[in-house]
């Protein structure tokens, strides 16, 4: 299960995604769809471990991920 929690991230001193929740269950599928520059991509990007989160949480089977390198997130699953 992957859960996201009230994320916000930042990027260049502008906030992208502010106060973002969701839970993905095992063989869910999803989309994640909004207009250009809503942070669809941003979002993506820092769960996967290439932004930094400013606030909130990410876990993906009850650990987190705020704080592992990308390498450390893809060797869990989740790219």
Known sequence: ???V???GVEVGGRQIVDD???TIMPRDKVGLVGRNGAGKTTAIRSIMGFRK???GAISFQERTLIGLRP???AR???G
């Open 1 to 3: 299960m992957l859960q």
């Open 5 to 7: 929690q009230s994320l």
């Open 20 to 22: 973002i929740s969701f």
């Open 53 to 55: 989160v400013v606030y």
């Open 71 to 73: 390498f450390q997130i």
């Open 76 to 78: 869990l699953g989740i």
